[in-house]
């Protein structure tokens, strides 16, 4: 069935380091793919989405691209701040069910 | 934007007892769902309603858990009897349309539920 892979569990940066969170996919259809992000005390909230296939989604800085040929859906942002600690959600809708990836914690330190 | 507001934030229960997690979705929303998260990773799916019946469930939505939403008012997540595993943070979430379109779907704050 549908599914999204995230092997980062976690991921520790500097402020104004360069953000790369792994995200690769499995469908048999084209979907909208989605990041979501969840801050501490807050429920999963949507940062971008791309609708279509090798096109690239972009909001707050983070920039990621629907890439069919190697199925994935890298999440990057060129700098970080602190204030981007967060566990960061890969997210793939099936039908009526939106399966999320296993998360992967980053913490940006000062 | 859009809020769904989830009611308690907290609750501590007693092992066997009936719980009930409140769920006040978006108001022109049409989609309802909950989603289990445990140690503050992994979300996962635990049923989805609409026109008020249930859709589709996963295998954690066990036979002590039921939802509904009686004549439009609060989307409940019922547990009982609750055991010690049903520890975890629960998220209601809603959305326009079905997710398999485009739709974005918003999610509440959770409800923290530690039994004991």
């Known amino acids: 069935g549908d599914s999204v892979t995230q092997k980062q569990g976690q991921v520790t940066l500097s402020e104004d380091d360069f953000l790369f969170i792994n995200c690769t996919y499995s469908t048999t259809t084209y979907p909208t793919l989605f990041w979501y992000v969840q801050y501490p005390g807050q429920g999963p909230q949507l940062l971008l989405k791309v609708t279509t296939a090798n096109n690239k989604g972009i909001s707050r800085g983070f920039e990621a691209t629907y890439d069919k040929g190697t199925t994935s859906f890298h999440l990057q942002k060129a700098s970080v701040q602190e204030s981007d600690s967060a566990v960061y959600f890969c997210?793939?809708?099936?039908?009526?069910?939106?399966?999320f990836g296993s998360g992967t914690k980053l913490t940006v330190e000062p | 934007g859009p809020k769904v507001l989830q009611i308690p934030s907290h609750q501590i229960i007693d092992m066997g007892q009936m719980v009930t997690l409140n769920c006040d979705p978006v108001s022109n929303h049409l989609y309802f769902y909950w989603y289990k998260q445990i140690l503050g990773q992994q979300m996962e799916f635990l049923v989805n309603?609409?026109?008020?019946?249930?859709?589709?469930k996963s295998k954690l939505f066990k036979d002590q858990f039921s939802v509904e939403r009686p004549d439009g008012s609060y989307f409940t997540l019922k547990i009982q009897p609750t055991a010690l595993e049903d520890s975890a943070v629960y998220f209601c979430a809603s959305s326009l349309a079905g997710t398999g379109g485009r739709t974005e779907v918003f999610f509440g704050k959770g409800t923290r539920l530690t039994v004991v």
């Open positions: 309603f609409y026109n008020g019946k249930v859709m589709e």
């Open positions: 997210a793939l809708p099936n039908y009526n069910v939106l399966y």
